[in-house]
């Protein structure tokens, strides 16, 4: 082949820095091929000089044969610009960018005798500005990202710049830490001047002179609220970091905090909660062990779930042996229905109080026991199992047999000289009656009042032991009740009452029942508002017909009896124990033996009062058919 401007211009073309091949523009052979144009395509040079191009490069014909035909076709240049090319370069495939044109040479005429096809690979210049671009996008996302954090991160975040501690950066969660507050721009303690005496401000100091990192936990920091003014205990759990210089120098603060006052509240009461939980069960669990009673709990199914010092003492088991096991285990065989009995009592809402039974020893010993059973709750009001206190009377109940042996007996021996000296006491009343000593007049009558007292008491010890052994006998005739009454009245006036005894009857009332026994309960009501009523005081006396009933009533204006007192105060030898009964004789027989009496009769008996205003006896008697 030959160029028109010579060698010179043929050996440019073969040293120049791009790659040059040129065509035949008929048949697409190559003519000329430099150095760097091989270099591009990766192939030997006698794979393209002297053969059809696209024979060379079969893998990109279909991609540009067409635009090479139509460069020879029009004569107008063909430009590819950083175009990515899949090249078979030394036997393997490769994706590279080059840049070039398929420039036409044509002749004289203008025909295109020839194609330059230049080259010019880009591809390390693309890579690198591919790499530069994801670069770019990947520090901007980052960026992004660090910037969402620090936006949204529940943490407040916030930067310190310089020794004054100027808010550099805040983030909302930081801001809201200080609502209403200017931060941004403005040096801490102006920002913030209540930290000025904090230990606080003595640590962020110390972290820009050290730069030492401070973590600090539940700090307390006591902060103004901007609306009011007033300060708040508030806590915070906090690091605060030092920011440092290309000089390895502290130049700033970076500050993490969470505020957690709430949390630490929350805890600090429920601790105190528990503290006084736990004080309160230590003061039980001590009161429980230190009791002279048996304190037992059990669940519903009767099985024992606690058991004290007492029990073990009682009864004789240890807590170990007994938990665990049912309270069937201490209630003798005759007595088994007690059981089911007291736990519907407790479910129907009712108290168990000072129910006397006996109970079962380990060792098989019966003894009396007076048990008080109330529920166990959950918070939500249910009844959980059951608490259950005995206390061993077995001492107190021989005592009273004792006791009731011992005044049965003196009774008893009493009554004859009494019956001798009642007898003497009438006949020197009839040989005195025409005597004009008035003083022995009046002593043989109040002798008599005594005489009379002293049989009643003995016959009430008589009544009871009798009643104990099932020997107090009914007599039962009909009579006026109304009659009965203003009789005892009348007696009590004579016995020299200081009260002012009033008694208006209704109507008649008639009753068949043992007149000299219910003479003996009114009498002994009466005797008692007598006893125990100031005197002077009024003692009112009633009788009402209601519903096939009489209701007897005596009301006085004396101390009155007190609630706990009201339901046992029928119990045999039961004393109120207060100042009033210390100054007053008497053994607590008379209105166990009134209300035996009553019961006796199908009646009922009871007290009303408040405290202090006064009692109110009452009695009820079935009124005979006409
Ligand atoms: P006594 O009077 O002999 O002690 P009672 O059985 O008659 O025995 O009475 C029992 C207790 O009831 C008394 O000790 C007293 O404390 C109390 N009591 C009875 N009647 C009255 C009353 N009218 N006012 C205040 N207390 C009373």
């Known amino acids: 082949m030959q160029l028109t401007d010579g060698e010179d211009l043929h050996y440019a073309v073969l040293r120049a820095p791009i790659g040059i091949c040129i065509l035949d523009a008929g048949t697409l052979i190559a003519e000329i091929v430099n150095d760097k144009f091989l270099e591009v395509a990766g192939k030997p040079y006698n794979h393209i000089r002297g053969k059809f191009y696209w024979d060379a490069f079969a893998e990109i014909r279909e991609r540009y044969e067409d635009a090479l035909a139509g460069v020879v076709r029009t004569g107008e240049a063909y430009y590819a610009d950083e175009v990515e090319l899949m090249l ?13 044109v398929y420039s036409p040479i044509k002749d004289k005429t203008g025909t295109v005798t020839k194609v330059a096809v230049w080259v010019l690979e880009n591809t390390k210049q693309v890579v690198e500005r591919q790499m530069a671009e994801t670069a770019r996008v990947m520090a901007q996302k980052e960026r992004d990202r660090l910037n969402r ?5 529940p943490t407040g975040i916030c930067i310190f710049d310089g020794p004054e501690l100027v808010y550099e950066l805040v983030n909302p969660t930081y ?6 507050r200017q931060l941004l721009g403005r040096a801490l303690l102006d920002a913030v001047p209540e930290v000025r005496d904090q230990p606080i401000w003595d640590i962020l100091q110390n972290v820009y002179r050290t730069g030492k990192t401070f973590e600090g936990y539940e700090l307390l920091i006591p902060l103004a609220r901007t609306d009011t003014g007033s300060i708040e205990e508030r806590y915070f759990n906090f690091i605060y970091q030092a920011r440092l210089n290309e000089k390895e120098q502290p130049d700033g603060i970076l500050v993490f905090v969470i505020e957690v006052t709430d949390a630490v509240i929350l805890r600090n ?12 069960s230590a003061k039980l669990a001590a009161i429980i062990e230190s009791s002279d009673d048996a304190i037992i ?6 099985v024992i779930t606690s058991w004290n010092d007492s029990a073990q003492r009682i009864f004789g088991y240890t807590a170990d042996e007994i938990i665990g096991e049912t309270i069937y285990k201490l209630i003798p065989p005759d007595r088994l229905e007690e059981e089911p009995q007291i736990l519907s009592r407790i479910k129907s809402g009712e108290r168990v109080e000072h129910f006397e039974t006996r109970r079962l020893t380990k060792d098989g010993q019966l003894i009396d026991v007076s048990v008080t059973v109330s529920p166990l709750n959950d918070l939500g009001g249910n009844i959980i199992g059951l608490s259950k206190i005995a206390r061993d009377i077995t001492e107190q109940k021989l005592n009273e047999t004792r006791k009731s042996d011992f005044i049965a007996m003196v009774s008893h021996e009493l009554k004859t000289p009494l019956t001798s000296l009642n ?3 009438q006949v020197v009343g009839t040989k005195l009656k025409n005597n004009e000593d008035g003083f022995l007049a009046t002593a043989i009558q109040k002798a008599n009042i005594q005489v009379k007292r002293m049989t009643d008491m003995i016959n009430g010890f008589l009544n009871v032991s009798r009643l104990e052994s099932g020997k107090i006998l009914i007599d039962k005739r009909t009579f006026q009740l109304d009659e009965l009454l203003a009789e005892v009245i009348d007696e009590a006036n004579l016995a020299g009452s200081m009260h002012r005894i009033s008694f208006e009857p209704e109507r008649p009332v008639s009753i068949t029942a043992d007149r000299d026994r219910i003479s003996s309960v009114i009498s002994n009501l009466i005797g008692n508002a007598v006893k125990y009523a100031p005197g002077g005081t009024g003692i009112e006396i009633n009788c009402v017909v209601d519903n096939g009933k009489v209701v007897v009533s005596v009301k006085d204006e004396g101390p009155g009896i007190k609630p706990r007192d009201i339901e046992r105060i029928f119990d045999r030898y039961y004393r109120v124990d207060a100042d009033h009964t210390k100054h007053v004789a008497g053994f607590g027989i008379g209105l166990y033996l009134s209300a035996e009496i009553i019961h006796l009769h199908g009646g009922d008996i009871w007290v009303e009062s408040e405290n202090g205003r006064g009692a109110t006896f009452y009695f009820s008697l079935p009124i005979a058919k006409p």
């Open 88 to 100: 078979i370069r030394h036997g393997r495939e490769e994706m590279i960018f080059v840049t070039f």
């Open 149 to 153: 954090f620090f936006m949204q991160a």
């Open 175 to 180: 801001q809201q830490l200080f609502p209403g």
């Open 269 to 280: 009461r429920n601790m105190a909660e528990r503290k006084i939980a736990e004080e309160k």
């Open 297 to 302: 709990s059990k669940t519903l199914d009767s």
């Open 423 to 425: 007898i003497l006491l």
